[in-house]
């Protein structure tokens, strides 16, 4: 029996930049999507892709068993889940909510707490990549919870990615989200100033990449990233300004810990900086225009 037979229609709560990419996937797959974000034009796209499209939170728990959510932060998440016209006020019993925003794993475990108590589950799930994966079905899932409920619910989960990690129970798969972005937009950060080094020196900037490409300090968001830098295109997939809450997320989750970290007040103040340069809505990579400007060198053709 085909999932979308079992589960009737998919509830989406945010159909912004992962979430409008979802959609279009659940959609290609022949699942019927029941939608709501508070963006006009979120969704009016989400609309002409074929989902339905509500006025509300509860409308789209209202209509279906099972909700994912794509939020950019904590508070949204909790006021769209928990808070009045949310999810919980229109969810019935046993519905299931997929919650795929990069907040703290405090907040999930908070959100499952609340809805427990009123007979309906949630699944924490993080995810990896950008919306032209989420689009194609190409995101990396880590996802925390009951087993249980994770199996009833692994055929769609599968339907929008290409992997799936079970990482334990509620709140660790948001840790490992955490923990991972701080890697990589670490990994950016360095790769940023060593290759403006590099270029200084008078490498050219596209053999300089095509070595360090398949050298040992090369990271996954490295090769396939930098390659936008070379042409200038700071196109965001995932933005510069979502970078610096991401980081601050890792910051106050150590904190949380009592546990002290080095690098990460360092990548911070960079992400920062490039913000005030007004490279918020720009791609992650952005942050490399603070070295140029520093060295007095384009590794792109940039005015």
Known sequence: MHTTEKLGPIGLIGLGNIGGGMCRRLLDREYAVVGFDVST????????AGASVVSSAREVAETTSV????????????????????WLEGASQES?????S????????????LAHA????????????????????ELVFQVGGDEKLFQQHKALLEAMSRKINRTGDIGTAKTVKLVNNLMSIGNIAVASEAFVLGVKC?????????????SGGRSAHFNH?????????????????????DIRLVMDLASSMGYSTRLAPVVEALYAEACERESADEHFTSVVKIYEDGAGKRVSPRE
Do not use: W
């Not at 034009?41 to 002409?48: F, H, L």
């Open 41 to 48: 034009d979120a969704r009016a796209m989400a609309e002409n």
């Open 96 to 100: 299931t909510l997929i919650e795929t």
């Open 118 to 137: 009123r007979g309906k589950h949630v699944l924490d799930v993080a995810l990896s990549g950008e919306p032209p994966q989420a689009a194609a079905g």
């Open 67 to 86: 909700t994912i959510s794509s939020l950019p932060n904590s508070t949204i998440v909790l006021n769209a889940c928990a808070g009045p016209e949310g």
């Open 225 to 245: 990233d930098f390659p936008q830098v070379l042409t200038g295109d700071y196109t965001p997939g995932f933005r510069t300004g979502l970078a610096l809450k």
């Open 102 to 113: 990069t907040i703290e794993p405090a907040a999930i475990r908070d959100l499952a707490a």
């Open 202 to 214: 008078g490498m050219d900037p596209t053999r300089l990449f095509e070595i360090l490409s398949v």
